[in-house]
């Protein structure tokens, strides 16, 4: 959604249990609005939406400076550790309705922690998942967000070694999504300054759909 001088970004965090969904959406959104904590099961059972303060000057359009406002939607981790499959299924699809049925989603995030391996039948259903919440359009309004960065610099890997040692179904997700892909560090770099640049990144892929958003209607 868009006026002269304001632009708001709706984002949906999705992936599996303990994944750093909610980590991830606090980071976009500069806040901490969702709850998250390490646990041996899932800890998100509900959907939730979390809207970021305005960034001030944080692009220029026509010649205009452009204040942003980021909403994320967090959602339960897929498989999930309390609630069936069908059960998470329904929560997140009527949630994407509700929040962004008539606005739009801008881009959905496939969290993937960058330390644990993507392939096998966990992978299929994490794409199988996105395919069905998404549509037809998925691919285009989809990126992988990995977390937990930091295990491939302590493993002596740069991210394009990281990337080209990834498994046969990581690459083909890749290529699928045309390889809109985002690191997101723990440690090594401020929040804010590790967010600015996630939040430009975004704001790249969504360019490259022209500000096209996914309907829910």
């Not at 959604?1 to 606090?26: F, H, P, R, W, Y």
């Not at 922690?113 to 395919?131: C, H, K, N, T």
């Amino acid at each position: 959604m868009m006026d002269a001088n304001k632009m708001i970004i709706n984002l949906a965090v999705l992936g599996k249990t303990q994944s750093g969904k909610s980590s991830a959406g606090n980071v976009l959104l500069g806040s901490a609005d969702f709850y998250s904590r390490f646990a041996p099961g899932s800890v998100t059972k509900d959907c939730s939406l979390g809207r970021s303060c305005h960034i001030h000057g944080f692009m220029r359009r026509g010649g205009h400076e452009i204040s942003l406002q980021i909403q994320v939607l967090d959602t339960p981790g897929y498989p999930h550790s309390k609630l069936s499959t069908r059960c998470v299924k329904q929560e997140v699809k009527k949630a994407l309705e509700h929040h962004f049925g008539q606005e739009g989603l801008h881009l959905a995030l496939l969290v993937h922690r960058a330390d644990m391996p993507f392939f096998g039948q966990e992978a299929s259903d994490s794409v199988q998942l996105i395919q069905e919440l998404l549509g037809d359009s998925w691919k285009n309004y989809t990126a992988i967000l990995f977390t937990h960065a930091e295990k491939i610099k302590e493993a002596g890997l740069s991210e394009e070694e990281y990337l080209c040692e990834a498994s046969d179904a990581l690459l083909t997700l890749l290529n699928s999504v045309q390889h809109r892909h985002i690191f997101l560090y723990e440690r090594g770099n401020s929040w804010s300054e590790q967010r600015i640049k996630i939040l430009e990144r975004i704001m790249e892929f969504i360019k490259e759909n022209h500000f096209q958003v996914l309907s829910f209607t």
